[in-house]
């Protein structure tokens, strides 16, 4: 698939816990205890240094070849070596139902099992702590290793020689053997016995999850293994939903463009909501809904646009000084200052994500008046926050300005409310949204069109392009048919697209001239052309971006318009909803199989 890519990672996780593999099995990077939290696996970001890593490696290794298995978050190795000795390593975070609840502890389970011949093997453990420091510490237990030196010791369980693994000496595998990784906490069960229930009983939750998505006729894998990978991103116990796994993956080569992605942003909201709705996730969207009006109804203050998936947690931004970044391109950033900016688009993003809850009759529990009454008062914040400038949806670090999309996302907040209150019966307060609306709504449409650009423009009273004005349609602002919208698309076409790729804009930000596309824009690109009736053109695209993943079927943020490689954080949870919206829009109808 795609080039050679520099970001051929698989992601395995539970929904508390998640891990990344390359394709030489080896686990480059995992946040423990949850998705937040200190990396005890942070090679994907020591540099040149060999530290922070868990992995099995073949002896005179010739071959290898890994992948996902199919419809499951389980990742599958095979490695051979040129004398017909072959190892398979299955990794996997273990999720399943257990006593009427979801089993799904911090651990990571890694079984290693000869294929054929004798292979010689030697396995290698090398945890950090606090951001990048080499574990020093540790402690041999009867059938159990304990690193300490961070808030949390990490163990290793194994049925393995562990003299082998302290020692990282080779061995001939004679029978299949398990790691266990996870909390210092005995593991009472027998280990082979355990490991081959868990992989079964993971497989079948994930062949079960699979089974139950409303999915399209066509770009089925694409889709599944989108689903699959946002529900990795989807922190359980508060319904969050992370934007990636990964921190400080650069957005480009040397760019120092490094944020860390490890959290919550409402913005997301409206994107993966949609993508949950139309696979029939209803679970999981619920939740999410749940996650973000939490945050909204107890607001006393104005709304962040990112939060930690424990709400209430800080989110200061600090720089690692024992990490090098990603192929030594730092810095490695802790934290995102994001939190601290003004974005005002967030409260359209949660009241359009809550309106869901007033509209879909197979939630359990509907939107009623008290809801509605209890999200009324962060529409008063988007009328007054709305022509008041911001650091915009980009998260411009050096400048404000009255952005395009913040303001229409104001007046979503508004049309939403509008509807909700209609829709309840609620005709005085209906009356008075829809007024507030209408005005945003004109204002909007005479102050972002820029006849300098000859289209509608990132912000208002302005001329520079944006790709975020490709959602307006979407949001219901005015129909893509609208003589603007068409002229504004043709004008994007032209000035924002590099050697077929989109970026979000082309000027000069804080960072200097940006240098990567931004994959989701090249999704509300193809959406655009689709809502355009140019159907065939955004098939096209479409299955472009779709050969465009890594071997593994995922998505970053970025691409390099020249190279073709992702950048950024991995996996996004943007771009993999974009699969999943897009690949909606342009398949073909179910019905339309059977008559060609």
Not at 103 to 120: A, T, V, Y
Request: proline share 5%.
């Amino acid at each position: 698939m795609g080039h050679a890519q520099t970001l051929n990672l698989a992601a395995i996780g539970n929904c508390r816990t998640a891990a990344l593999i390359d394709d030489n099995a080896r686990l480059v990077w995992w946040c423990f205890p949850r998705f937040d939290s200190d990396p005890v696996f942070s090679r994907l970001l020591a540099g040149d240094e060999e530290k922070g890593f868990c992995d099995v490696t073949l002896e005179g290794a010739a071959s290898k070849n890994a992948s996902y298995e199919r419809n499951t978050a389980i990742v599958q190795t095979t490695l051979r070596d040129g004398a017909g000795n072959a190892v398979h390593i299955t990794d996997f975070a273990p999720r399943f139902k257990r006593f009427e609840r979801v089993f799904n502890p911090p651990q990571i389970f890694r079984r290693i099992e000869p294929i054929s011949g004798l292979p010689r093997v030697r396995i290698r453990v090398r945890p950090t702590f606090n951001y990048g420091q080499p574990c020093t510490h540790r402690a041999q237990g009867s059938n159990h290793i304990r690193y300490m030196g961070g808030q949390e010791n990490l163990r290793l369980t194994t049925d393995a020689p562990l003299s082998y693994i302290a020692h990282e000496t080779p061995f001939a595998l004679v029978r299949p053997i398990t790691l266990i990784l996870g909390p210092d906490e005995p593991f009472e069960a027998a280990v082979d016995t355990t490991s081959q229930e868990f992989t079964q009983r993971t497989r079948q939750y994930w062949l079960d999850w699979a089974r139950s998505l409303a999915i399209p006729l066509e770009f089925q894998a694409d889709i599944i293994r989108a689903a699959i990978t946002l529900k990795l991103c989807n922190f359980e116990e508060t319904g969050a939903i992370i934007a990636a796994h990964t921190t400080s993956i650069p957005e480009s080569p040397g760019s120092q463009r490094t944020w860390d992605y490890r959290y919550c942003w409402l913005r997301d909201a409206f994107f993966v909501i949609k993508a949950l709705n139309r696979l029939g996730a209803t679970q999981t969207m619920e939740e999410y809904i749940h996650y973000i009006t939490n945050i909204a109804v107890d607001a006393e203050r104005p709304l962040r646009p990112v939060y930690s998936i424990v709400p209430t947690e800080p989110l200061e931004e600090w720089t690692a000084p024992d990490l090098a970044g990603f192929q030594n391109m730092g810095p490695v950033r802790i934290g995102n200052q994001a939190a601290e900016q003004m974005q005002h688009d967030s409260y359209g993003s949660v009241i359009l994500g809550a309106s869901q809850m007033f509209l879909d009759e197979r939630l359990p529990r509907m939107g009623d008046a008290a809801l509605f009454h209890r999200l009324e008062p962060l529409g008063a914040q988007a009328r007054r926050f709305a022509f008041q400038p911001d650091a915009g949806p980009w998260e411009y670090r050096g400048r404000q300005r009255i952005h395009t999309h913040s303001v229409t996302m104001c007046w979503v907040a508004c049309d939403r409310l509008a509807r909700i209150a209609a829709r309840l019966g609620l005709t005085e307060r209906a009356n008075f949204w829809r007024e507030h609306a209408d005005a945003i709504r004109k204002e909007i449409l005479s102050r972002a069109w820029s006849d300098k650009a000859g289209a509608l423009v990132g912000a208002l009273d302005d001329h520079e392009l944006d790709a975020s004005v490709l959602l307006l349609p979407d949001l219901g602002l005015l129909p893509a048919s609208d003589e603007r919208f068409v002229r504004t698309c043709a004008v994007i076409d032209k000035k924002l697209k590099r050697n077929g790729y989109l970026m979000r804009y082309v000027a000069e930000d804080d960072f200097g001239l940006p240098e990567s596309a931004f994959l989701v824009c090249q999704f509300w690109y193809i959406d655009a052309l689709a809502a355009l009736g140019r159907k065939q053109e955004a098939r096209d695209m479409f299955t472009d971006v779709l050969a465009r993943t890594n071997a593994f079927g995922l998505l970053s943020e970025d691409i390099h318009p020249v190279t073709g490689q992702l950048w950024g954080n991995l996996p996004q949870t943007y771009s993999m909803a974009g699969i999943i919206n897009t690949g909606r829009i342009l398949s073909r109808s179910w019905q339309e199989a059977w008559v060609g």
